[in-house]
């Protein structure tokens, strides 16, 4: 499971919504409904803004992408793919620490099931495969365009139930340096990493999928970013029980070591994995 979080944009979202038409029109989907046109999606993640200048980011982009293996393992199911999305999202709003639930963010979501080489894979750096070319196998990913305002829809209906006593509607950030804080003048943060391996481990509840211990992204993140010996030992480690050894059957030891690197990618502004 690869998840990434690009940077925001800071106008309109028509241009990401229309190329997201390349593959089927329409089809979008969000918390409680489907089979949303791509008008509605661009005019309500537009009209959702306050309180923000023309510099700051107004929605942002989350990729979702199950890997092969986890696509056979589902049978690359389109209601279990929008009913993973879902939970992500739901994981995605926890993880600000307001108190909100996927329900007050405003998102909309698509399915897309091909991808084809580009420039930056190595196979077409070494002249393996072409630029353009498909790739083989289950290729399905999500692609989920988010607000970074609240739903201002439910936040006015709120106000007017007396269910929420704030003046203005949260402004929600996930290239955030904030990590769950609760002093000072913010409340709540985002953690990239966090939130990375929440996605990962709700397909796996969500699915029953026992994931190998080199599936993981605490291992990608070990390999990236530990120390040149740690990441010799949990290369031992994988290659001594072999390719279906499952994180949870890895030593305590080890686990406590591969959880530490996950604050390590929280102090710059590249928010893919």
């Not at 190329?19 to 409904?33: I, M, Q, R, S, V």
């Not at 340096?177 to 990375?196: C, E, I, L, P, Y």
Request: hydrophobic share 25%.
């Amino acid at each position: 499971m690869i998840t990434k979080i690009t940077a925001g944009g800071k106008g309109s979202c028509i241009g990401l919504a229309q190329y997201l038409e390349k593959e089927t029109p329409g089809e979008w989907f969000t918390t409680d409904k489907g089979d949303v046109t791509m008008f509605q999606v661009v005019s309500d993640i537009d009209s959702n803004k306050r309180n923000l200048g023309k510099q700051d980011d107004k929605y942002y982009q989350i990729i979702l992408s199950p890997s092969q293996s986890e696509q056979k393992h589902i049978g690359s199911n389109r209601s279990q793919l929008e009913s993973f999305t879902r939970e992500a999202m739901q994981a995605y709003a926890k993880q600000f620490g307001k108190g909100i639930e996927s329900q007050n963010l405003l998102w909309y979501a698509k399915i897309e099931q091909q991808r084809s080489y580009s420039h930056t894979d190595k196979a077409v750096q070494k002249q393996q495969q072409f630029e353009g070319q498909s790739k083989e196998g289950p290729q399905a990913h999500i692609h989920v365009i988010v607000s970074r305002t609240e739903n201002l829809s439910l936040y006015q209906y709120q106000r007017e139930t007396g269910s929420v006593d704030r003046k203005n509607p949260l402004k929600l950030s996930p290239a955030t340096n904030h990590r769950a804080t609760d002093s000072g003048a913010v409340k709540g943060g985002f953690d990239r990493s966090n939130f990375k391996q929440a996605v990962e481990t709700q397909f796996d509840r969500q699915f029953n999928y026992e994931r190998p211990l080199t599936e993981t992204f605490q291992y990608a993140n070990m390999m990236r970013k530990g120390s040149q010996e740690e990441r010799i030992a949990l290369r031992l480690e994988a290659l001594q029980h072999g390719p279906n050894y499952s994180l949870n059957k890895s030593v305590n030891k080890q686990e406590n070591k591969v959880n530490q690197f996950n604050t390590r990618d929280n102090s710059d502004r590249d928010l893919s994995l």
